[in-house]
């Protein structure tokens, strides 16, 4: 090129801006984003082509196994033909998966308990409704009430219901949220006794987190269930899922303590000084300035551990509850129904991984959202 | 807080009530703690006495040393019918400690893997590996000991019809049946020349540090090390006549008989243990990771290092102090989870031990003290020796 | 460190003062109270306890239980069933959870002396067996020697066949599992060669298998097994009120008392049934109990034999010869002391 030629082709030349070209074909749509995705050079291309027939090998005999061939609906083992899954197994005892042997005609109560708690719930989610305080507080002091006298019943004309008889997938929830719900107090006091400044009370916190986080739930759930009543005096009568929430929220309260104590680690030092400076005493100071701000940051851990407790529920089977997983397996032996037990642990699985994987998705959506919120620490 | 306070306060000459005074306030609040401890812990003493009493249970650790009389599948000491109840202890303990020191290798190694890949820029490679991590993390793992040890049994032939991936080696649903090596006479120079031979690769290793410090030249001392360390143990092998000869498993009536055995038992848990903390470790490790600035990478790769050095010589380095704080506790989960073997009958502390042991015997309150206390300790000894890993990490920071 | 040696101290001191205090347990009265007997069954045995699909329970331990609410409250239906697997059932009878234990428990001296219990008699006379698989060709435990056994922890079986096998110079694999019914899984999935259990529940636990026709039972029974309901030590008005509803239901069978007809032997002339109904002659009183506390287990719950063989005999998918478990004047072991 020359300058001549420039001149020349004055004709050309023009004040305005060119439009992009479109990029060259093969790094635009499917292929492009193919060619850089999934085949950029020869390793990836080789592992590319490795997972989609590790893929295959996998996924296509489940799905045709769980989805195409399967049977769905019937009486009998005799509707299971095709070949399948037998999904008519879960179909004809799912009231008893979801509700244990709870009386049919009490059910609604235990329909109307976690309607409530959703609706509270949904209340505490969606960030546009007022008065979240004022529901928070409903839900931690005067629903558990309200659960209680529909659940177990014996006032108010409800008949009472013996929590043996409590079981599927309801007894699940409940355990892991009083669990989760009866822990935090406990949690918030432990964690502020960890942090405090007298050597007794910290010891003695130290020692009580550190003890119940080093033990399996499983010795503590064996020990709530059959060692409690030696510990307490003989006209003393626990019942054994009662016994069963004192061991989960024992152990659940020292996990709770490092959350809280995580999010209080959160809270520059300012705070607490600007707290002092207007003299206020320590509790004025962590409840109407510390804490407020820290449960804020907390609730994305404090979701993770109640994830935990909830999958960790599971393990009632083996001190005799009659939990989701129990449940299912009782059914397993049942002469009538033998041979179903990859249907039976698949449908538990299904169940356990929908409300774990829903509840870690909004603790990591509030992660990201505290994240932006506060900006640098 | 309350110190500044404590000052405040006694710099001021007014006379103060003592529980205006935060340090007095302090002190009886700390004795009513004490107070209030105490007494919990000797009403449930009390209790406990006085019913241990009115049921005519006898107490003590004499039980200790009456004869077990019953079997167990797999045991790292030495172990028969007529051992101590203080032995059926011992093989619980190690069966524990074996099963979690497996598990915590290769749920590190699977862990690893999978963080890595979840930032892979293959975009199927990355899908895989998130999708592992939501599936197996979001499912108790109770259920997926059950699923592993009911697909394993399931998959798996009798023993007539077992089969034979190598010489020798038999895959059945009783296990993993392998030959045993039986150590001849001259075997210690081999072991002797391995121990040396490991010695020396460290030696080279610092010698070929300092030579790149100084020099800035490198020296293939991953290679070397391999030949060092495989080559001349071989040799001296070779020298000494081969003093090494294997027991082979062989099918005599109902099982195989000889060789070693991995049972389907420690299998099961031991894959259920492994892919479900992998899948918390690679949450562990990717966000580890991403922690590290981009700059740090784009620095590496403006100095010319390839892929695999930026990796591992600038960003693992770095992101392994913030990894290994949240993957100790990962590994203590393991060793508490593992516990759960109880539930597919592998002989673990609890299943055999706080099972069989205490039904046996009757003593709870004993035998569950000790169980306790065996994993209070597991977790204290896993817990000081990262923190000391960690701290020797961090000493490395320049 | 000084805070252990206080905890030491204190508990020491705690020790000392209240050691004296033991006080006679009254689980009688605790039982009247609250309004029903809380009792120890199994998590499943078909025949001994096993809930239904309603989730009632049903079986012959469950039978014990009904008789003893019938004699104690009135009402059979009266229980409150707690399935408890065999590692916990005697920390959870210790430790008070449960009033009485009706398990397939084995009676043996360890559990009457050391554990802190007392067995109040036998409901089922039983021995272990082994079942295996029919294509495996076996005819005698005496050619299980290197095979895998299925058992269920905490049991006598697991210490019965350890010295089975010793004396018999064999080796076997043990294969431990908590509950029967894994046991029955593991030795479906081809986990171990033989099912090693009391003969009795290996008929119940057969009924559980895919295909129970290809699985066998072997003749030999290598060890005593003598089952029945346990309660704890010390307090002998509950222990005779358990010992005796058990020995009614047999009483009742010699006399020929059943559910059906004993409102018809109200009038009865025979001495016997007429104490037995407690309309003369000793009433409920040394038991601390009504005068139709017999009458009551009877009407309610039915004799011995009639359990027997609703549960485990001829009317259920047992199929269990009595065998043994006759009475003593038709060539069994079944002997109740007279009421009187």
Redesign the interface.
């Known amino acids: 090129m020359t300058g001549e030629t420039l001149v020349s082709d004055s004709s050309k030349v023009t004040d305005k801006m060119l439009p992009d070209l479109p990029p060259p074909a093969n790094s635009t749509g499917v292929i492009g984003w193919m060619r850089a995705n999934l085949f950029s050079n020869i390793t990836n291309t080789i592992m590319t082509l490795l997972a989609i027939y590790i893929l295959y090998i996998l996924v296509v005999p489940s799905v045709n196994w769980a989805l195409l061939t399967a049977d769905w609906i019937g009486d009998s083992r005799d509707a299971c033909t095709s070949g399948g899954a037998c999904w008519v197994f879960i179909y004809n005892r799912f009231d008893q998966f979801m509700y244990g042997f709870y009386p049919e005609a009490e059910r609604w109560r235990i329909d109307l308990t976690f309607f409530l708690l959703v609706i509270q719930v949904a209340w505490l989610v969606i960030p546009k409704l007022p008065r979240k305080g004022l529901v928070s507080a409903f839900v931690l002091f005067v629903y558990p009430i309200i659960a209680y006298y529909l659940l177990y019943g014996g006032s108010f004309g409800l008949n009472l219901v013996e929590t043996h008889k409590w079981g599927g997938l309801s007894l699940t929830l409940i355990l892991a949220i009083v669990g989760i719900v009866a822990a935090l107090p406990f949690g918030v006091l432990l964690a502020l006794g960890r942090r405090s400044e007298m050597p007794i009370v910290k010891s003695f916190c130290v020692v009580y987190i550190e003890f119940w986080r080093g033990i399996p739930l499983i010795t503590v759930l064996f020990m709530a269930s059959v060692m409690l009543p030696l510990f307490v005096p003989e006209e003393v009568d626990f019942d054994k899922l009662l016994r069963a929430m004192i061991g989960i929220v024992l152990f659940q309260s020292a996990y709770m303590a490092e959350v809280v104590r995580g999010g209080l680690q959160a809270i520059p030092k300012g705070q607490y000084e600007a707290a002092q400076a207007l003299g206020l005493n320590y509790w004025k100071m962590m409840g109407l300035v510390v804490l407020p701000q820290a449960l804020k940051m907390m609730i994305p851990g404090i979701v993770n551990t109640f994830i935990a407790l909830f999958k960790d529920t599971s393990l009632v089977l083996i001190i005799g509850l009659f939990d989701l997983l129990a449940i299912v397996q009782a059914g397993l032996s049942d002469p009538d129904w033998l041979g179903y037990s990859v249907e039976g642990y698949a449908f538990v699985a299904l169940m356990f991984w929908m409300f774990c994987f829903s509840m870690s998705k909004y603790s990591q959506h509030l992660e990201k959202h505290f994240h932006t919120g506060h900006g640098s620490r | ?5 404590k000052k405040s306060q006694s710099a001021s000459t007014h006379k103060t009530r003592f529980w205006h005074d935060p340090a007095k306030r ?1 002190l009886l ?2 004795g009513l ?2 107070l209030g ?2 007494s919990v ?2 009403l ?15 107490t003590g650790f004499d039980f200790l040393s009456q004869r077990a ?5 797999q045991s790292l000491v030495e172990y028969t ?1 007529s051992s101590s109840y203080g032995q059926t202890f011992l093989v619980g303990l190690m069966n524990t400690i074996l099963v979690s020191a497996m598990g915590i290798i290769a749920a590190t190694i699977i862990g690893f893997i999978m963080g890595v890949a979840r930032l ?6 990355s899908k ?1 590996a998130s999708a592992y991590v ?2 197996f ?7 997926q000991i ?2 592993w040890y ?1 697909a394993v ?2 998959g ?1 032939p ?1 023993p007539r019809q077992s089969f034979e991936p190598l010489d020798n080696m038999y895959l059945n ?2 296990g993993l049946f392998m030959p045993e090596p039986i150590y001849g006479v001259g075997f210690g120079w081999v072991v002797l020349t391995f121990m040396a031979a490991v010695a020396g690769v460290f030696v080279l290793a610092r010698w070929s540090k300092k030579r790149q410090d100084k020099t800035g030249q490198s020296f293939p001392v991953f290679w070397t090390s391999i030949a060092l360390v495989i080559g001349l143990p071989l040799i001296v092998y070779w020298l000494m006549g081969s003093p090494l000869t294997w027991e082979n498993p062989e099918l ?4 195989f ?1 000889g060789g070693m055995t991995i049972i ?2 420690l299998a099961a848990l031991w894959v259920a243990l492994s892919i479900y903390t992998a899948a918390f470790i690679a949450e562990i490790v990717r966000s580890g990771i991403e922690a590290i600035s981009k700059g740090q990478t784009e620095a590496a790769e403006a100095l010319g290092l390839s892929s695999t050095k930026v990796l591992r010589l600038v960003v693992i380095p770095q992101s392994v102090r913030i990894i290994i704080p949240p993957l100790t506790s990962q590994y ?1 989960n393991l060793i ?2 593992s ?2 073997a ?4 592998y ?1 673990d502390l ?2 055999v031990f ?3 042991t ?3 015997t ?1 003593q ?2 004993e035998v ?1 003290f000790m ?2 206390l065996v ?2 300790t597991l ?2 000894l896993v817990s000081s020796f990262m923190n000391w890993f960690n701290n020797r990490m961090a000493l490395v920071e320049r | 460190m000084k805070k252990m040696g206080l905890v030491a101290a204190t508990t020491a001191a705690m020790t000392i003062s209240f050691s004296g205090a033991a006080m006679s347990a009254d689980t009688l009265g605790a039982v009247k109270e609250r309004g029903f007997v809380q009792c120890g069954v199994t998590t499943g045995v078909p025949g001994y306890s096993n809930p239904d699909n309603k989730g009632k329970w049903k079986g012959m331990d469950v039978d014990v239980c009904r008789a003893v609410a019938a004699a104690t409250l009135g009402d059979a239906e009266k229980v409150k069933y707690i399935p408890l697997n065999a590692k916990e059932r005697f920390t959870a009878l210790q430790s008070g959870e449960i009033d009485m234990l009706s398990r397939v428990t084995t009676w043996t001296l360890t559990r009457d002396s050391s554990l802190g219990m007392n067995f109040t008699g036998v409901t089922y006379y039983d021995g272990q067996g082994f079942l295996i698989n029919k294509n495996l060709g076996v005819k005698s435990a005496l050619e299980l020697d290197g095979a895998s056994m299925c058992i269920q922890s905490g049991t006598t079986t697991e210490l019965n066949a350890a010295d089975y096998f010793r004396e018999n110079n064999m080796e076997f694999e043990p294969v431990v599992f908590d509950t029967s019914d894994q046991t029955v899984k593991g030795f479906e999935a081809g986990r171990c060669d033989v099912l090693t259990s009391d003969q009795s529940q290996l008929y119940a636990l057969r009924i559980k298998l895919a295909n129970p026709g290809a699985a066998i039972i072997l003749p030999e029974i290598i060890s005593k097994e003598p089952l029945g309901p346990v309660v704890r030590q010390g307090d002998d008005g509950w222990f005779n009120v358990v010992r005796w509803s058990l020995f009614a239901m047999i009483n009742a069978e010699e006399l020929g008392l059943t559910s059906k007809n004993i409102d018809s032997k109200k009038s009865d002339k025979n001495p016997n049934i007429a104490r037995f109904i407690g309309s003369e002659g000793i009433k409920g009183t040394g038991l601390a109990l009504t005068d139709q506390w017999a009458y009551n287990i009877v009407k309610q719950v039915g004799n011995y034999g009639e359990a027997f063989d609703r549960n485990l005999g001829a009317g259920s998918a047992l199929k269990i010869e009595r065998g043994m478990n006759a009475l003593w004047n038709k060539g069994g072991l079944q002997y109740a002391p007279p009421i009187r």
Do not use: C, H
């Not at chain 2, 449930?44 to 006898?58: A, D, P």
């Not at chain 2, 009389?69 to 599948?73: L, Q, W």
């Not at chain 2, 993390?137 to 259920?143: A, Q, T, V």
């Open positions: 807080m309350q110190s500044d306070a302090a609040f700390q703690l004490i401890v105490f812990v000797g449930i003493v009390q209790n406990t006495l006085q019913n241990l009493e009115s049921r005519g249970i006898t009389g019953f079997g167990i599948v019918e892979s820029n293959n975009w199927l490679i895989i939501e599936i993390r979001n499912i108790p793992l109770l259920l059950f699923f009911f049994l399931r798996l009798s649903v009783r005599r009536g109902f099982n008989k389907p038992e203590l508490k989870n516990s759960l109880t539930a597919i009958g002989p609890v299943s706080a099972g069989t205490l039904n046996q009757g709870a309150i569950i169980t306790m994993y209070l977790s204290l």
